[in-house]
């Protein structure tokens, strides 16, 4: 298996990184992050993806914040991940701000997991007010 199955939460507890065991019929290894991506949560970003290869699918629609370590993580990872849900519009302007909107592959919004992933909610972001 290329990828560590199981929940990977950050130790601040704003992000999580949830991957499937195994691979799916079609070859694929489903991922869903959830909660703020920034320079302290992407270590464990890293650490759930490691060994990550072809066919990683990242469901990006739960990411509420990211900033540019979250991005270099994501540009790290190879072959790059195809990024599936719908984007959130903070990711899709980080995307257009630093020009890599065409370097990742982007899933339809009605691409979805066959069996869907358990979200689980991070406390209160320090990025968003209260």
């Known amino acids: ?3 560590s199955a199981g929940l ?4 601040q507890a704003y992000a999580w990184v949830e991957v499937e065991p195994g691979r799916r019929p079609d070859g694929t290894v489903w991922a869903r992050l959830s ?3 920034d320079i302290d ?3 464990v970003l890293k650490a759930a993806l490691a060994e990550g290869g072809d066919g990683l699918v990242l469901d990006v629609s ?3 914040f990211a900033d540019c370590s979250f991005l270099n ?3 790290d990872i190879r072959p790059r991940p195809v990024l599936a849900g ?3 519009p903070l990711l899709a302007r980080l995307f257009e701000l630093t020009g890599v909107t065409a370097v990742f592959t982007h899933a339809p919004p009605s691409w979805h997991p066959a069996v869907p992933l358990p979200f689980r909610p991070a406390d209160p972001s320090p990025h968003q007010g209260p």
């Open 41 to 43: 949560a992407v270590p």
């Open 1 to 3: 298996m290329p990828v």
């Open 35 to 37: 909660g703020d991506f």
């Open 8 to 11: 990977f939460p950050s130790p």
């Open 86 to 88: 719908t984007l959130p």
């Open 73 to 75: 993580a994501l540009l």
């Open 62 to 64: 739960a990411v509420t």
